[in-house]
């Protein structure tokens, strides 16, 4: 089946700096990567999604990019704010193996420093 | 409701008791999901509907877990037997229609504790 590798699993940046979490996904076939945010005791919120036609997306101060070539897609979001806080985890869905089936990352840990 | 609702919020049971935990998925939304998260990891994958059928049940781990939407809108997943490795947080998702890609919305989770 798919496997999806996340990192850095902690990650602590400077508010209003930069930061960036990169994911790796084994199966080719693979063709919706959502990225979602979970905050202590809730679900995970989707925050951006990108999809395998396309090499980028942005909205507002959160971006993802996709390398199909590579298989691997990362989340970037710019001038960081406390409320950044979370865990973020990326997700991926292939054809092969049910595309309502998301394999998931094993998370970061953004801590915003004010 | 505006989101998936899930209930209970918090559940402990003694090990090897019965287990019940429900969903109701966004009005409208054809397709649910189950996944479970351990502490520190991502979710995973259990059971997938579309409509009142399970589609996918591939996850889910044996035969202790079952799952059932009757009606095509709320859902239930059954644990018998549970023992302390089913402690986890059971997460549901909905998503409008099969095919989205997974473009699923989550509920906030039931936080299963067996002791």
């Known amino acids: 089946g798919e496997n999806v590798e996340q990192h850095p699993s902690t990650l602590s940046v400077q508010e209003g700096d930069s930061a960036v979490i990169k994911c790796t996904y084994s199966d080719s076939a693979s063709n919706y990567f959502p990225w979602y945010k979970q905050e202590l005791g809730k679900g995970p919120q989707l925050i951006i999604d990108?999809?395998?036609?396309?090499g980028e997306k942005k909205d507002q101060r959160i971006a993802v990019t996709l390398n199909k070539t590579a298989k691997h897609f990362s989340l970037h979001i710019t001038e960081t704010q406390p409320e950044d806080s979370a865990v973020y985890f990326c997700a991926a869905s292939s054809p092969l193996f049910g595309n309502e089936k998301l394999t998931f990352g094993t998370g970061t840990r953004l801590t915003i420093i004010p | 409701g505006a989101g998936v609702s899930q209930t209970p919020s918090n559940k402990v049971t003694e090990k090897g008791k019965y287990v019940e935990l429900r969903c109701d998925p966004i009005?409208?939304?054809?397709?649910l999901y189950w996944y479970r998260q351990s502490l520190g990891q991502g979710p995973e994958f259990l059971i997938y509907f579309q409509g009142t059928g399970a589609a996918d049940d591939s996850g889910l781990p044996n035969d202790r877990f079952f799952a059932v939407r009757p009606e095509g809108s709320v859902s239930t997943l059954k644990i018998q037997r549970t023992e302390r490795g089913d402690s986890a947080v059971y997460l549901c998702?909905?998503?409008?229609?099969?095919?989205?890609?997974?473009?699923?919305?989550f509920g906030q989770g039931t936080r299963l504790t067996v002791v």
């Open positions: 009005s409208g939304h054809t397709a």
């Open positions: 990108i999809r395998s036609n396309v």
């Open positions: 998702a909905s998503s409008l229609n099969a095919g989205d890609n997974g473009v699923a919305f």
